[in-house]
Structure formats: C-alpha cells, structure tokens
C-alpha cells in the first residue's frame, strides 16, 4: 500500500516504550501493557503485547495476550 512505512522508530520512554531491545540473534523487540479504558457499559481491557522485528525492523510477529478487564 502507497504511504505506509515497512519499518518506523521506537523510541525509548520510561512509560510506553520501556522494553525495547535485541536478542542475542539481532532482532529487536518491543513489550508494552497497552490499555483500552471502560466506557459506559464496556469494561475496557489490560493486555500485554510483544512485537518482534528482524535486524533492518521489519516486523517479524506480534504477540497480543488479553489479560481481562480492570
């Protein structure tokens, strides 16, 4: 698709991207906890996600776990 970048920047932060690295083979990976907020009568949800990119960035897998409602 036109306008959509294979690869972008993760930049490190102590809050959204606090886990981001490589492993010992040279792939990059990125953990974070994201969040959706309960609205009216919807509970939200926590989950915990790990994407994982080959060494140039492109993105290899991404790993999404549901870990249930605040």
Not at 4 to 10: A, K, L, Q, S
Not at 27 to 47: D, N, S, W
Not at 51 to 63: E, H, I, Y
Request: hydrophobic share 35%; net charge negative.
């Amino acid at each position: 698709m036109e306008g959509i970048p294979e690869t972008f920047p993760i930049n490190h932060d102590d809050h959204h991207a606090k886990h981001i690295g490589r492993t010992v083979d040279g792939r990059q990976f990125f953990l974070t906890t994201p969040f959706v907020a309960a609205h009216g009568r919807e509970l939200g949800g926590e989950y915990i996600a790990l994407f994982t990119f080959d060494v140039n960035g492109k993105l290899l897998d991404a790993t999404i776990d549901d870990l249930g409602s605040r």
